[in-house]
C-alpha cells in the first residue's frame, strides 16, 4: 500500500490517536485523500496553506465588460 505524509491543520484522530494541528503524519493514500477533502490536512511540503490556515476558496470568475445589471449600463452607478 502507498502512503502519504500528511501535515495536520485541524486535530483529528488518525490511526486510533489523536493528531494535533502541525503534526506530521504517514497515511494511506485513500486515508490522506479523505483527510485533506475535509480540510484536516495538507500534503508535507505543500507551501500554499500556511500553517493552520485553510486554502481560500477560488475566486469567482470577473464579469465581462458589458454584463451587469438589468438597465444595461455594466454595472456602473450613479449619474449620467
Known amino acids: 500500500m502507498k502512503t502519504k505524509a500528511l501535515k495536520i491543520t485541524e486535530p483529528t484522530i488518525v490511526g486510533g490517536k489523536i493528531a494535533r494541528k502541525g503534526e506530521l503524519v504517514e497515511v494511506t493514500t485513500r486515508e490522506a485523500h479523505d483527510l485533506i477533502a475535509r480540510g484536516r490536512a495538507v500534503e508535507h511540503g505543500d507551501d500554499t496553506a500556511p500553517e493552520g490556515e485553510q486554502r481560500p476558496a477560488r475566486k469567482p470568475k470577473a464579469k465581462a465588460k458589458g454584463e451587469g445589471g438589468a438597465d ?9
Not at 444595461?72 to 449620467?80: M, N, Q, S, V, Y
Open 72 to 80: 444595461g449600463d455594466g454595472g456602473a452607478e450613479g449619474g449620467e
